[in-house]
């Protein structure tokens, strides 16, 4: 049985959370890699090249989107944008989205304990060209901005993905998704930090999701919102020759089962599973 925000039906499985010690110690491990034995390798190697290409073609325009950029995966950017994501899923009339809001919020919140950690254990300078922000205390690696937004708009993506309709929530996915990356490229331009922080950045955030979003145990397949009134009602009208669609089609009249609006077009009869009410 599904309750209000779906937990019941998926569960809580903490043994998962065992996963984030590793992680913290998997991307400690990279940074000694990449501060120690293979500073001197390909492609580490060219990394100061690459920081000192961007910023010799750095342009008014691109510097202030960087700069927009970086406000928004700042600390108080991800604090200020999770707290109104918080407050959406959790002051929603039918059903608060208690598992939404504990699986976004602990990730920005792990991913951040991770970041913290491994700086104190990883003292990788910044790129040795102009920066166009103050540098910030903690090391190069990983990247802090480009984690947080991982994490941040990464779980977003996922639960555009589990919550909303098609095309909408495919299309809200996409666009969360991309900001991460765009933030990664910000981050380079301002010679903030060099390729291979960033790339730890995004695995310390993409992990950290993975991580959280099993331990939540969420349905392999997505969560689909109540059909328009429309559909359910073309549903409702429908007499089938089967007996468990017709039986279906019966309990829909009466709100019992809610039905894939996207079926409906194309004459398929298949009840859905009982959803939460958003």
Excluded at 49 to 56: K, P, Q, V
Excluded at 232 to 257: F, L, M, N, Q, Y
Aim: aromatic share 6%.
């Amino acid at each position: 049985m599904m309750t209000g925000d779906g937990a019941a039906a998926r569960g809580f499985r903490p043994l998962f959370l065992l996963l984030l010690p590793a992680q913290a110690a998997l991307m400690a491990g990279m940074g000694v890699l990449v501060t120690g034995p293979m500073a001197d390798l390909w492609p580490l190697s060219v990394e100061e090249s690459i920081s000192r290409g961007l910023a010799a073609r750095r342009s008014a325009a691109a510097s202030t989107a960087s700069a927009w950029l970086s406000v928004v995966a700042s600390t108080e950017g991800v604090i200020a944008i999770t707290a109104g994501a918080l407050i959406i899923l959790l002051a929603l009339p039918r059903a608060p989205l208690w598992a939404d809001g504990l699986f976004l919020s602990g990730s920005v919140l792990a991913q951040s304990g991770i970041f913290l950690l491994v700086t104190l254990l990883i003292d990788r300078p910044r790129p040795d060209v102009p920066q166009l922000e103050p540098s910030p205390p903690t090391s190069s690696f990983p990247s802090g901005h480009v984690g947080a937004s991982t994490a941040l708009f990464g779980g977003l993506a996922a639960l555009a993905v589990i919550r909303l309709r098609r095309p909408w929530g495919h299309t809200a996915a996409v666009a969360f998704a991309l900001i991460p990356f765009a933030v990664a490229a910000s981050r380079l331009y301002a010679g903030m930090h060099h390729p291979t922080d960033v790339a730890a950045g995004l695995l310390n955030g993409g992990c950290t999701l993975l991580v959280m979003f099993q331990a939540l145990a969420y349905p392999k397949e997505p969560t689909l919102m109540r059909p328009l009134p429309e559909a359910r009602g073309r549903r409702a009208g429908h007499k089938s020759s089967h007996p468990a669609c017709g039986d279906a089609a019966e309990r829909a009249s009466r709100g019992a089962v809610g039905f894939d609006p996207w079926l409906a077009d194309r004459g398929e009869r298949e009840p859905a599973r009982r959803l939460p009410h958003l």
